[in-house]
């Protein structure tokens, strides 16, 4: 993927916290100038995505349904 000219990256996994049950997460990350002498390093994102894969599975269910009555 590419952001502003700068390589940025994307994966979904199963996020485990330490305190908490397990959920499916996205987690973004680019490139990030650290100071003035031009240093890059990482920034990151984790974000669940549990909402977005219910939606997804139901999509799915109903396009399937479509297939079956249009077949």
Do not use: H, K, W
């Not at 490139?31 to 999509?59: A, C, F, K, N, Q």
Request: no cysteine; proline share 6%; aromatic share 8%.
């Amino acid at each position: 993927m590419r952001e502003e000219g700068r390589d940025a990256g994307s994966i979904e996994y199963e996020f485990e916290p330490v305190d908490g049950e397990p959920f499916p997460a996205e987690m973004r990350f680019g490139p990030t100038e650290l100071g003035d002498d031009g240093e890059l390093g990482r920034v990151g994102v984790i974000r669940d995505v549990s909402e977005r894969r219910r939606r997804e599975r139901e999509l799915e269910r109903r396009n399937e349904r479509l297939d079956e009555f249009a077949s």
